[in-house]
């Protein structure tokens, strides 16, 4: 025996060919199915650039072996890396070409009539047979009612000399239709996320309380590629108050203790030259304003702070928002007096507690998210704030060309500690004036979202469901009918039902069996009953 | 009565005399599944004593009627023995499942607003749901071999909320304040209820496929296992209950994408929460594919199936109360 086998050679096209059809066929659909499930699981697992920024940065400085090889893979952003792209863009090739000819035969078999009934229904996978005591005419008219009524379409052909009557039936193409509104609703779907991804944007900003939001102006702006961002609607927002409540009405060893239970922001907005309203947000309940819509996603203390120099001039006067750590509120942030000469500039950074505890371990820590007990604890630098006039954080201090204060007296070994009380006023060592905490007051975490793409998203995942439940609950079952009117006896005939059906259908017989007894008519009596059932598998 | 997603009233009271219909509810549900489980061990004497008697009404009606043959008609009029063992367990079933529901009834009572805040809470409704499908279903036909492999989880899943996810009674967080809580989360508990059902049936389909493909000599092992349908029948019925959960599934992923939307400003954020739950979808999306594809249904869909199932524990256990998300609220 020969050991090799000519084949055919495949010129280019038919590799090609070869190709979209390995691409396009369902097992290869099912291999990145199964593949998709697994590429997403390191992105559930691996902190994500994209979400929070703040996590991958502890990731990489806690493992700093692992951390640069997952960087160089793509671990920290897997939703957007070139590999699971890839996976999913495979995906949707695939279900492209698969679904375009089955709408193509699919239009072709709505518009083909009902088959002809054959000649022998005892080879179909269901089948029964019944005497009826009514003339062959009676059972024709009950079977053509009944086969309606369940919304079968019927084909009934002009009756030949010799040869038994019957109707044919189809019904479930509605099974088809709704399986191909599914997939292309997903194509849709993936389409209007693309959308969303070119022409939408998200403005963040923290806005403590009786500050004005200008659209356009936010802290940070995360814009799609086609975006114009000279053309934001002009509305303005301002922060009159918010309203924040934690869980106290619990003991203190409850893990319920401190959870948040209420946030809302009472505001008064006004759209371009309209008049101002007040409107309220919460979570769950977002602002529409100008065609944007304003989420409150985060909140926070401002302390109301003031620098003053030694003849008691003010250099700094602001509500300065801190950043929340934990759970409890305890926060960071930085004062940054920068209207003095730049090697004479100060810096403060440390915290902000609404409810001041100090711990062993832990130096001072908040107890409570709500300011039952607040304080500030702060150290203090000097120098220039702005080496190289860089963009930096205005919740840190970049220490790298300052130098850090030290305490006096008795703490003179140590760094300087600032610790104070709402009202406090402290003087600043070697005559640099003093730094006072006024108030406690809050901010706003808000953000602005405009997506072009959510509206035709949710449509097309709707529609796409009302297609799955169809193509999930119709069954496509074909079924005939023959009445043949007894040659001894023209009052009575014998009824044959036969049934056929696409795919798995296990109530096939129940429903052949239930049609048989409704042509029948439910009073018939002497009934004969013969069940083929899976005589053809 | 009205829900009030905010509420800040809270009956620590009734929350307690919740916990205890929750305790009853599992001892009892203990008490059906060791019932199902005597029942089931029965089965291999239940059938030989059928054997017997069968013989014996043949050979009677043999003798009486002389030299002819009685046609097995005769011998199917052999009644089967009553099962009482499976009879206590479904009435048993129905007395764990009322106390159940008296247990999630009073704790809505509690917390006024749907008892679905917390991993305890729709541990709770989650066996409950499942246990109300198993019992709709025996009124229709005789499961009572599935009795068993069901009460077992169940009971598990009960304790396991009892023991470690018990949480007290609390108002909800402000992003929970919300009509898409009763929405979006009780179609997944019922989703989760129905996939949990289709995971027990494809245990029962792997069990009876290993003694089919071991032959003669397989059917001879774990006799008691003749009480339950066939592999192909436990096959067909796993994807039946499953086309009905993964419409519900996409449907909770559809909710959670505009609640997310309402909430967190964009209906996607690849929160770990959100990426298992695509998973899952995709799993058991490749699952129904796999029935539909030459050489994939049978034992390797099954395996998928099993996987998808994996994925909702996975989901459920470890995503809620180890990954860090927007989805923490385990209560824990």
């Known amino acids: 025996m020969s050991s090799t086998i000519t084949q055919p050679r495949l010129g280019p096209l038919g590799t090609a060919r070869w190709f979209w059809r390995q691409l396009t066929s369902m097992r290869t659909a099912l291999f990145l199915l199964l593949l998709l499930a697994v590429a997403a699981i390191p992105g559930s697992i691996i902190p994500q650039t994209g979400i929070d920024a703040g996590r991958v940065a502890m990731y990489k400085t806690n493992h700093p072996s692992l951390a640069p090889w997952l960087d160089r893979l793509g671990f920290f952003n897997v939703f957007v890396s070139p590999w699971f792209a890839a996976i999913y863009i495979l995906l949707i090739i695939s279900l492209i070409g698969c679904v375009i000819p089955r709408i193509r035969i699919h239009l072709r078999t709505l518009r083909a009539p009902v088959p002809r009934t054959p000649k022998n229904l005892s080879r179909l996978p269901a089948y029964v047979e019944r005497s009826v005591d009514e003339p062959a005419d009676v059972v024709l008219d009950r079977a053509r009612q009944v086969l309606k009524r369940k919304r079968y379409r019927v084909r009934e052909d002009a009756a030949v000399e010799g040869r038994a009557r019957s109707i044919a039936a189809e019904a479930g193409r509605m099974r088809e239709t709704g399986n191909l509104i599914f997939h292309s609703c997903l194509i849709w779907v993936v389409l209007a996320v693309a959308a969303g991804h070119l022409w939408g944007w998200r403005g963040d900003a923290i806005v403590p309380v009786g500050t004005p939001l200008v659209n356009g102006q936010y802290d940070t702006l995360n814009a799609g590629p086609l975006v114009d961002t000279s053309k934001f609607s002009p509305w303005l927002l301002r922060l009159n108050s918010l309203d924040v409540s934690f869980e106290d009405k619990v003991a203190p060893t409850s893990p319920q203790y401190g959870q948040p239970r209420h946030f809302t922001a009472y505001t008064t907005v006004q759209d371009g030259n309209g008049k101002p309203q007040r409107k309220v947000i919460s979570v769950n309940h977002s602002l529409s304003i100008g065609g944007n819509s304003v989420y409150l996603l985060g909140n926070g203390y401002a302390p109301m702070i003031t620098v003053r120099d030694a003849k008691g001039d003010v250099l700094y006067q602001q509500e300065t928002p801190f950043l929340s750590q934990d759970n409890n509120y305890k926060s960071t942030g930085a004062v940054k007096v920068s209207s003095l000469p730049s090697s004479q500039q100060m810096g403060f950074f440390g915290f902000f507690l609404p409810t001041a505890a100090f711990s062993d371990t832990l130096g001072p820590v908040s107890t409570f998210p709500a300011p039952k007990d607040p304080a500030l604890v702060l150290g203090m630098y000097v120098g220039n704030l702005f080496p190289g006039n860089e963009p930096q954080s205005v919740y840190t201090l970049d220490t790298s060309a300052m130098k850090q204060v030290q305490g006096t007296g008795a703490q003179s070994k140590q760094p300087l500690r600032l610790m104070l009380k709402p009202g406090q006023t ?58 043949t009117a007894d040659p001894q006896d023209p009052a009575r005939s ?43 598998t | 009565m009205k829900f009030d997603f905010s509420n800040d009233h809270i009956d620590t009271g009734i929350a307690t005399l919740s916990s205890h219909f929750l305790w009853a509810s599992a001892l009892v549900l203990t008490l059906a599944m060791m019932s199902f489980a005597l029942d089931l061990a029965g089965a291999p004497y239940r059938a030989a004593r059928l054997e017997a008697r069968r013989s014996a009404t043949t050979q009677t009606q043999a003798t009486a009627d002389g030299d002819v043959l009685v046609d097995t008609a005769v011998a199917t009029d052999v009644a089967p023995e009553k099962r009482p063992w499976g009879g206590r367990g479904i009435t048993l079933s129905w007395l764990g499942t009322l106390l159940l529901i008296v247990a999630v009834v009073t704790r809505t009572i509690a917390v006024g607003r749907p008892p679905l805040g917390n991993m305890y809470e729709f541990s709770m409704v989650g066996c409950m749901f499942a246990m109300v499908f198993f019992l709709a279903w025996s009124l229709k036909s ?120 309402e909430a967190w400003g964009h209906y996607w954020n690849w929160d770990p929460k959100e990426v298992w739950t695509l998973v899952i979808w995709v799993v058991y999306a490749a699952y129904l594919h796999a029935r539909a594809t030459a050489g994939w249904s049978g034992k390797k869909a099954a395996y998928i199936a099993l996987a998808g199932f994996v994925a909702i524990l996975i989901n459920y256990g470890i995503v809620n109360v180890y990954f860090v998300g927007q989805h923490s609220y385990s209560g824990l």
């Open chain 2, 142 to 261: 005789d499961i009572r071999w599935l009795g068993v492999f069901i009460t077992g989880p169940i009971v598990l899943f009960e304790m396991l909320a009892a023991v470690i996810y018990y949480t007290a009674a609390s108002s909800l967080m402000p992003s929970l304040q919300s009509y898409w809580l009763s929405i979006h989360v009780t179609v997944a508990t019922l989703s989760v209820a129905l996939s949990t059902l289709a995971f027990s049936l494809t245990l029962a389909y792997f069990v009876q496929n290993w003694r089919d493909e071991r032959g003669e000599a397989g059917r001879e092992r774990l006799k008691w296992m003749d009480a339950l349908p066939s592999a192909a029948s436990l096959d067909r019925t796993t994807y039946g209950v499953l086309i009905v959960a993964f419409p519900m599934w996409t449907f909770t992923l559809i909710a959670g994408a505009i609640w997310a939307q």
């Open chain 1, 494 to 536: 014998l009824v044959s039902v036969g049934g056929l059906a696409k795919g798995e259908d296990p109530r096939l017989e129940v429903a052949i069996d239930g049609l048989a007894l409704a042509v029948a008519g439910d009073d018939s009596t002497h009934v004969q009953l013969r069940t083929q059932a899976g005589a053809r």
């Open chain 1, 426 to 483: 402290v003087k600043l060592p070697g005559g640099r004036g003093s730094i006072t905490f006024n108030s406690v007051q809050r901010w706003a975490g808000l953000s602005t979202r405009h997506d072009p793409g959510k509206l035709p998203a949710l449509y097309g995942a709707l529609l796409g469901l009302i297609g799955l439940i169809m193509s999930m609950t119709l069954r496509r079952r074909r079924v005939f009918v023959k009445v």
